[in-house]
DNA sequence: ATGGTGGCACCGCCA
């Protein structure tokens, strides 16, 4: 490794619940020792997220934008944040972001800092049509800020975007393009507005600098399939953008496919990235 | 064959 950078490992899961799933927490921790773990749908009040249990195993960092109940994003890290902060979105109070500036030491350059965003794009309901859906009309609304925001580029140099954005662009992020054409998550409104953003935004689609299309690559299977593995109809919910500065800087990236079959698992499996900056 | 499962909350809602 050049010794002017320093590696630094993200990981991004949808956990459907972080005090119930705790435990899988940290066998992540203990198997892949990110050094900064993006959490969505902790689905607790800030008061009851388990702080002191993550803290003890070297988490001493960490941002939360919880809520009871439903939603909620949680940033956990061995590095310090100079800052951090909760995006409000479509006058809601759901909370569907939290945003962290971090300090990379290198050795012997200049420290430099990188900004990460942990986001949970509403899922949007079963009927892709906003006029008879108002969670779709929601989704909808949601992208429309998103393409504000992001849309106009990093405003950072390094800049990551990560989370469950509910959106599987491409037709190799689905198990049948054809079949989910109508299915909310892979709609064309959907999937055109979701690219329309990020190459307008000059993000990077991480992920698939590693396993380029047409290959297949899904971080969620249903709860309600009979055997996730056997039939695989799994989609690309889960995404790691970066900004055009970072264009070189990734080393690795894995899809723990195998978190699906843990223990009462999540129906979204953590996705880890390595860089170096 | 048009279901199915899972979490949280409160006895329905959301995914």
């Not at 662009?169 to 909310?184: R, Y």
Request: include cysteine; aromatic fraction near 8%; glycine fraction near 8%.
């Amino acid at each position: 490794m050049n010794p002017m950078t320093r590696s630094l490992t993200i990981a991004t899961w949808n956990i459907n619940s972080v005090r119930l799933r705790l435990p899988l927490v940290e066998h992540l921790i203990a198997g892949w020792a990110p050094d900064v773990i993006c959490l969505q749908e902790t689905k607790c009040p800030d008061a009851n997220f388990p702080t002191s249990s993550l803290k003890k195993l070297g988490y001493e960092h960490i941002a939360l934008n919880g809520q009871k109940g439903y939603h909620g994003v949680a940033i956990i890290s061995k590095l310090p944040f100079s800052s951090s902060d909760a995006r409000p979105f479509c006058g809601k109070q759901d909370s569907r972001h939290i945003g962290v500036r971090l300090t990379v030491s290198g050795s012997a350059r200049a420290d430099r800092t990188l900004v990460i965003h942990n986001l949970y794009v509403p899922a949007g309901g079963d009927e892709p049509d906003p006029a008879m859906n108002e969670k779709f009309a929601h989704k909808l609304g949601f992208l429309s800020e998103l393409d504000q925001w992001l849309g106009a580029g990093s405003g950072e140099d390094l800049a990551i975007v990560v989370g469950d954005l509910n959106i599987a662009p491409l037709e190799a992020d689905v198990w049948s393009h054809k079949k989910l054409l109508d299915v909310v998550s892979h709609t064309p409104i959907e999937t055109e507005t979701f690219e329309a953003i990020r190459t307008r935004g000059g993000w990077i689609d991480v992920m698939r600098q590693f396993v380029p299309s047409p290959e297949k690559l899904y971080t969620w299977r249903s709860y309600r399939a009979a055997d996730w593995s056997a039939t695989d109809k799994g989609r690309r919910l889960d995404h790691v953008w970066a900004s055009p500065a970072l264009a070189g800087a990734f080393r690795s990236m894995d899809v723990l496919r195998e978190a699906r079959g843990w223990d009462r698992p999540s129906d979204h499996v953590p996705v880890i990235v390595k860089l170096e900056v």
